[in-house]
């Protein structure tokens, strides 16, 4: 990628993760325009073409989804996507074959596939953790029958559909003078060690921003791409951080208080599946099964926060 500047691969990061020109010109603080510009200086200069337009939307091509992946490795290694793609085309017919962003993988899920197994023991379930856009690429290619996305992202031949939604929550070790306060803001992270979410993410641009429009510098001391290392640091008294409200439950009893964050910054969970391919009927299953139960788990947090702002 010689040649290129930083703020060409920025833009184009951004259009990957939020889907358009317009919410990745918000996300980075500039016009439209400039996003555009940037955009086409890129793919001028790679000689690539990086997306289509569909009506009002643009859609990344697979030569921009390949090259996010590159842009993307220091998050999720080229080695272990490879890895997991044998590992799934390798699985016997079947197999109801599902990928999942981390903090999706890595608590409610396993769990939930656990209950859905109880009663159909010749179900195999492959569940793959990854990020969202890989998630997305896995279903679209077909190595996937469902995907777990923590936004509803877009791309051609891919349904996403919007399962659950949920505010991401402030964490502070139990005990913290914070801890002691009904809700946070960003005012009320100055001095603070704030442990941040890697830069790949949505929420962590969202979350950047929700800062910079409180005109609020945070002491960024520790970054981690992992929502689970970001609840253990905090929990072992590190700093304090903003994560999704999933993987800070699982820190609930273990050294984590969670307070509401102000202004909201919405999560939505979606679901993926692709529009070529018709869906088995254990599938459906599953996603009926699994938007039930999750919404249970966010109304009793939601309504478990609220309770502290009575």
Known sequence: MSGLNHRQVEAFRAVMLTGGVTTAAQLMNITQPAVSRLIRDLQDGLKLKLFVRRGT?????????????????????????????????????????????????????????ARFLADRPRLDIAVH???????LESVASGQCDLGFASDVLEFHAVKAQMIQSADAVAVVPTGHALARRAYLQPKDFRGERFISLGPFTLLRHRVDFAFSAARVQRHVQVETNLTE????????????SIVDPLMAEEFRDRGLALRPFRPRIPIEFAALHSEQRVLSGVAEEFIAQFRRELGEIVDRQSSDLSVLQA
């Not at 490879?82 to 396993?110: E, K, N, S, Y």
């Open 229 to 240: 290392m970001a609840c253990g640091m905090v929990a072992g008294g590190l700093g304090v």
């Open 57 to 113: 939307r643009l859609m990344p091509t697979g030569e921009a989804l390949s090259l996010y992946q590159e842009v993307e490795q220091s998050f999720v290694g080229l080695d272990r996507i490879t890895q997991a793609a044998t590992d799934l085309r390798g699985r016997r017919a079947g197999v109801l074959r599902i990928a999942a962003f981390p903090a999706l993988a890595t608590t409610f899920l396993p769990r939930f596939v």
């Open 129 to 135: 953790g990854v990020s969202s856009r890989i998630a």
